[in-house]
């Protein structure tokens, strides 16, 4: 049966028909309804972990007790994973193990731009590169093969192109892999030096002879056509070749890592100039050059995604002439929610002008006016340790003007860590915890402060008060966002305070708790005097009247979150249903 | 035969559904599809775009800039941003529901009308719809967008029972009837 399925539900798809018993993953765009969709299949324990690292461990296990397991995530995610990948690299598998990575090229949603081929290099493990949703399913299937045939993890690569476009998939029936039972072997799984030693040769001979074995698989594919040009490229850019080059010559490859360098010779002794076309870093070409490939130079961007027109550009070939794109148009950009409870608490920092060191989330778009809030953003978990940094770096007298903004789920993923450092040094520093129960950003999927697991059942709901008082931290506040008073306030004070402080913020994301949603406000016009303090809220349920000079709410978008009351001074705003 | 169609509005206005509505309709009709989105942070009013491709073999899931046969504009202003898609053949189809940008909003913008006015003359054919108000009177707000997609299978050759049969799998059991209405609606303007 065919079905028409995104990169990221056919890769669901593949894991389920490969007889994946266990997915661990943390969400991150573009990879995220990846696990979302393997939810739906009963024959997979699946599960949110709290980071990277630990998904790709509980995968680690699973595969150690011999069953096939499968970690997704974000390139960034990678990072986090990489201490345990690169002595995974040298343990290598029972039970066949796929990490799934997810490359966002020209950074549609994320906060750099790198390029995790280079992970399957510094890994020593092969890495797959599919080019469209069928692919994606084969590749996982195919790359629990190998997983399990050459004894490695796999990195199977995705970018947003795949994982967010959709195309026509052959669907197949599941099929079950016998259990392999728990491995007790201990010169492959316990890497002490002594072990590792003799691993580490195994890791190079198991590259050979991956690299053996990509030279004569089937996922190379060579198109024949006009000799005078040959190019080499896969996944995504295979199909911007296809289009911008049908007269060409093409090597498409599908595992990436290691390369099959053979097979590219041959390519190369059939064609006169030979060229590489890859989206980000010239990872394939730098490789062929080193093996002394001679390949003819293009003068590519090694930033942002590639394109039909771009591979065009590249051959100095005609493209249509667009029309001018028009200039200055209103934008759209991100915002905060209506009722979204970041809003109240970053009115209260701008208020008193703090310096926040922020982090990732929808709270990172604290950042945008007219609330302008965020004056870092590094990478998850980084505001808590900042914000430390921040407060030895000047002996205190910064964090008695600074803050960390963190969200509850990245307070779970690294945030931990770095306020247990705090704690244990003696900082002075205020971190604010915006708990909001739920990851929002990456399309609310539930967290260890939601109370209850991927599937919907329920779980424990962690205290986060309770964790930050158990680290020894003495002032621990709970704050109402929607209570600007209250949140200056405390922020007054718990700055000032030659000690660490906790603040944390007890209103839930409007679509972790829908039933929070009530009447809608109104203002009423001849009490408005036209201040502009509640158009400063930046809520896109508040417009300006600009020839009235009054402010005025869309009460179809408002959720009745009672902020703007609060910061109205006039008494102008008032909620329906209440006289 | 070959349709580029490029579908865009602002989150939350059923973009993402009507595009894969369309994708599968070329699917069932026998052609090779692709779809490709932007949709980041969709929730918070940002802009949404779909890239649609139907042919005998697709490759790219993204349509060149020039190349769009149809663009399809969910909300009125948005078709200016995405102008560079536009051929000197293409169709626009444009709902005429506006959606202020913050900007507007708070008074700082305007919204373009006059460069709307402009610009309209650059296709071959504009078809408008007020999808808001077919929506009204299929009984359910929400299905403004089925209308928009009525309207574009109008231009297409795939057979309407195939759009209505597709339909069917997508939507909510409980709003299929007002969705069909609001698709036949469109259909027929
Ligand atoms: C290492 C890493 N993993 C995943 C992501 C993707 N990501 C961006 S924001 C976010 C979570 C935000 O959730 P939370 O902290 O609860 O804040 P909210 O969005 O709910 O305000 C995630 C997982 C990332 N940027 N980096």
């Known amino acids: 049966m065919k079905k028409v399925l995104s990169g990221n539900e056919a890769i669901a798809r593949g894991a389920y028909e490969a007889g994946v018993r266990v997915v661990s993953s943390y969400p991150g765009t573009p990879s995220s309804e990846i696990t979302d969709f393997v939810k739906q299949y009963k024959e997979i324990y699946c599960e949110w972990a709290v980071n990277e690292k630990v998904a790709v461990e509980v995968a680690i296990g699973a595969s150690l007790a011999g069953r096939r397991a499968m970690s997704c995530m974000k390139h960034v995610g990678l990072n986090v994973a990489a201490d345990p990948l690169m002595t995974l690299s040298y343990t290598g598998v029972n039970g066949g193990l796929i990490i799934l990575v997810a490359d966002d090229p020209n950074m549609f949603s994320s906060q750099n731009e790198q390029d995790s081929r280079n992970y399957a290099r510094f890994a020593k493990v092969p890495m797959l590169e599919p080019s469209d949703s069928n692919e994606a399913k084969e590749y996982v299937k195919k790359g629990f093969e190998i997983s399990e045939k050459f004894c490695t993890p796999v990195i199977v690569r995705s970018v947003t192109r795949l994982s967010h476009s959709m195309s026509a998939v052959e669907l197949n029936e599941r099929v079950e892999v016998e259990p392999k039972g728990l491995e007790n072997n201990i010169p492959k799984w316990v890497m002490v030096p002594a072990n590792a030693r003799q691993r580490h040769i195994f890791v190079e001979n198991r590259l050979k002879e991956l690299e053996h074995f990509n030279n004569s698989s089937d996922f190379i594919t060579e198109e024949i056509n006009d000799s005078e040009i040959g190019i080499i490229t896969s996944g995504i850019p295979y199909h911007y070749v296809k289009e911008a080059m049908p007269e060409a010559s093409i090597l498409k490859l599908g595992m990436v890592w290691p390369l099959p360098v053979e097979r590219i010779k041959e390519f190369a002794k059939k064609v006169k100039k030979l060229y590489v076309i890859e989206e980000l870093d010239p990872f394939i070409e730098t490789e062929l050059r080193a093996k002394g490939v001679k390949l003819r130079k293009l003068n590519r961007p090694v930033n942002g995604e590639l394109s039909v027109d771009a591979v065009k550009k590249l051959f100095r070939k005609k493209t249509v002439k667009a029309k001018n794109p028009i200039l200055n148009l209103p934008n759209r950009p991100p915002n905060m929610c209506p009722g979204c409870s970041h809003r109240g608490m970053f009115y209260a920092i701008n208020k008193l002008k703090l310096f926040a060191a922020g982090d990732i989330g929808c709270y990172t778009l604290g950042l945008l006016p007219p609330l302008s809030a965020i004056n870092s953003t590094v990478c998850m978990g980084a505001s808590v340790s900042m914000a430390h940094g921040i407060d030895r770096a000047s002996g205190g007298e910064y964090a008695k003007k600074s803050v960390a903004v963190i969200g509850d789920s990245t307070f779970f993923h690294t945030g931990i860590n770095g306020l247990l450092n705090s704690a244990y040094n003696k900082g002075f520093s205020t971190v604010i915890i915006l708990d909001n129960r739920i990851t929002g950003m990456t399309g609310h999927q539930p967290n260890p402060g939601t109370g209850i697991t991927i599937r919907g059942e329920e779980g424990p709901k962690v205290n986060i008060e309770m964790l930050c008082r158990a680290f020894g931290i003495k002032n621990v506040t709970t704050v109402d966002p929607f209570d600007v008073d209250e949140c200056v306030r405390v922020l007054k004070e718990e700055t000032a305070r030659e000690e660490l402080s906790v603040i944390i913020t007890n209103r839930p994301c409007i679509f972790a708790d829908r039933t929070v949603i009530t009447n809608p406000y109104y203002i009423k016009e001849d009490k408005c005097t036209g201040c502009t303090a509640c158009t400063r809220l930046g809520c896109p349920a508040i417009s300006w009247d600009a020839k009235k000079k009054k402010a005025l709410i869309d009460e179809t978008l408002c959720t009745g979150c009672s902020l703007c009351p609060k910061v109205c001074r006039f008494d102008a705003i008032f909620q329906r249903g209440d006289k | ?189």
């Open chain 2, 1 to 189: 035969m070959k349709y580029d169609i490029l579908m865009f509005g602002v989150g939350g206005q059923g973009t993402v559904l009507s595009s894969d509505i369309v994708c599968e309709v070329a699917l069932e009709s026998g052609f090779d599809a692709k779809k490709s989105e932007i949709h980041g942070m969709a929730q918070r009013g940002g802009s949404v775009v779909s890239h649609v491709r139907i042919a005998e073999k697709v490759f790219s899931p993204v349509i060149a800039l020039g190349e769009a046969d149809i663009l399809v504009s969910f909300e009125q202003m948005e078709f200016l941003r995405y102008i560079e898609y536009a051929s000197d053949n293409s169709t626009l189809i444009l709902n005429t529901n506006k959606i202020f940008p913050p900007g507007v909003l708070s008074g700082k913008e305007e919204y373009p009308d006059k460069i709307i006015r402009q610009k309209l003359k650059l296709f071959k054919y504009v078809k408008t719809l007020d999808a808001l108000d077919i929506a009204k009177s299929a009984g359910n707000m929400k299905v403004a967008g089925m209308a928009v997609v009525g309207a574009l299978a109008r231009m297409l050759t795939f057979k309407k029972d195939v759009w209505e049969n597709v339909i069917k799998g997508k939507v909510p059991s409980k709003t299929i009837e007002s969705n069909i209405k609001a698709f036949n609606m469109g259909y027929n303007i």
